[in-house]
């Protein structure tokens, strides 16, 4: 039950947080109560950025801010290092504000691949630029279906470091004719080897790439000299390997 006094500190903790384009309540530790609280003031929120990240978020947070109707024009949600899981993340798709979002940051949330696919797999996210799964085993059945998925033709940023993705996933996404558009692509810290680097190399799709990491994987010199003189990243500016 939410008392009276939970709702008051709740609106005093979202007046000193609000400006008129964002909610910035990153690492106020407010937790499902606090979310839930602050839903149930029915406040109308008219703002573009919302930061709950490093909340102690779980799936019952999750639940009360996807099924609110107070964000009606918010573009970019912040919700990492929280503990949202596949059953909180498998809402989102029906949150009234998803089919606005440019933004999405869900990095370590104990998403696997069941939560994963709940995102890709739906057609509401068409204006993102920026999908952050970092430190999340969504895995390479995510990453197939994403570089299959026209809804994300737009993305411009995809973060896919330490997300238990393999070669099986990287040759799905160097055929990707969707992904053309990206320009940051982060894949380090995951089952990278030599095949990988080629797998890459070889894209005749993934054109508009600038920055790519890839350190802390297997793909080694060869990987390195296989990207580096790809013609298909004549527009890459920064490359980190290990």
Partial sequence: MITQVKLDYINRVVDECLDDEALELKGKFIGDEGVEAMVRTNRIFDVENLDLSCNKLTWRGAHHLFHCRLFKNLKRLYLGENNISDKGIKELP??????????????????????????????????????????????????????????????????????????????????SKVLQRVKQLNLARNYLHLESARLLGNTKTLTSVETLLLFDTGIGDAGVKAIMESEAFSKLKTLRVT
């Fill in 94 to 175: 029906s949150a009234d504000f998803a089919g606005n979002l440019s933004l999405l940051d869900v990095r370590y949330n104990n998403i696997g691949s069941e939560g994963g696919l709940a995102i890709v797999q739906s057609k509401r996210f068409r204006k993102l630029q920026v999908l952050i799964f970092q430190e999340n085993p969504v895995g390479d059945e995510t990453l197939i279906t994403l570089a299959k998925a026209h809804t994300f033709a737009n993305l411009r940023k995809l973060n896919f470091y330490r997300t238990d993705i393999t070669s099986k996933g990287i040759k799905a996404l160097a055929k």
